[in-house]
């Protein structure tokens, strides 16, 4: 986390380096951007019913070990929410 944190701050000294009226939106923008490009990902705590929906298809019958399950569920719900 510490990596992403120093990505975060300098993609905010670099947004934006003006002493007034700082744009926050460009800001942010960019903190974004620097998160994305570490492959993190932002969701919300509670699944939307498109990654929940994509958690169900993405299983299919069978035997699987308990991990198997939550990282494929993980994977998918999670790239369903950038949708």
């Known amino acids: ?18 002493w007034f009226n700082e744009n926050y939106s460009k800001q ?7 998160i994305q490009a570490k492959g993190f990902v ?9 990654q929940v929906e994509a958690g ?5 019958t069978g035997r699987y070990k308990p991990s198997e399950v939550v990282s494929k569920l993980y994977s998918v719900m999670v790239r369903a929410a950038g949708k």
């Open 28 to 34: 942010a923008d960019a903190v974004l951007k620097a």
């Open 56 to 60: 169900r298809d993405a299983l299919t």
């Open 1 to 18: 986390m510490q990596k992403l944190k120093k990505s975060i701050a300098k993609a905010i000294r670099e947004a934006d380096n003006s």
């Open 42 to 50: 932002i969701v919300e705590a509670d699944p939307t019913d498109a």
